[in-house]
Nanobody, 130 residues
Framework: VQLQAFGGGLVQAGDSLRLSCAASGHTASERAFGTYTMSWFRQAPGKEREFVSAFRASDRSTKYADSVRGRFTISRDNSKNTVYLQMNNLKPEDTAVYYC???????????????????WGQGTQVTVSS
């Protein structure tokens, strides 16, 4: 599975952005994509990569980091093999490279664990100015 994230950019505090992550390269196309838990992580300069949000298609289970809950919304369109991250009311501390990731057979308590994900996108930069 190849993942390509895009949609990042330079915005001001309070603005919105929508990130997209398109998956390709797997067999059975839409059905296969639907079996993956898709997630977003981010990494700011000098910091560890941290969990942002996840969406498991099988039961539409979602999870958010406390720092983004209420501002970010994850969604997915299995017909397009794409997962989205709508980011509203952006803050300077949201500045980071955002990565999408895909994993199989994750339990909800492990959504935020980087080691559970098999496939990673290349990242897209989000910069929020104050």
């Amino acid at each position: 599975v190849q993942l390509q994230a895009f949609g990042g950019g330079l915005v001001q505090a309070g603005d919105s952005l929508r990130l997209s992550c398109a998956a390709s390269g797997h067999t059975a196309s839409e059905r296969a994509f639907g079996t993956y838990t898709m997630s977003w992580f981010r990494q700011a300069p000098g910091k560890e990569r941290e969990f942002v949000s996840a969406f498991r298609a099988s039961d539409r289970s979602t999870k958010y980091a406390d720092s983004v809950r209420g501002r970010f919304t994850i969604s997915r369109d299995n017909s397009k093999n794409t997962v989205y991250l709508q980011m509203n009311n952006l803050k300077p501390e949201d500045t980071a490279v955002y990565y999408c990731a895909a994993g199989l057979r994750l339990i909800r308590s492990s959504f935020d664990q980087k080691t559970q994900y098999t496939y990673w996108g290349q990242g897209t930069q989000v910069t929020v100015s104050s």
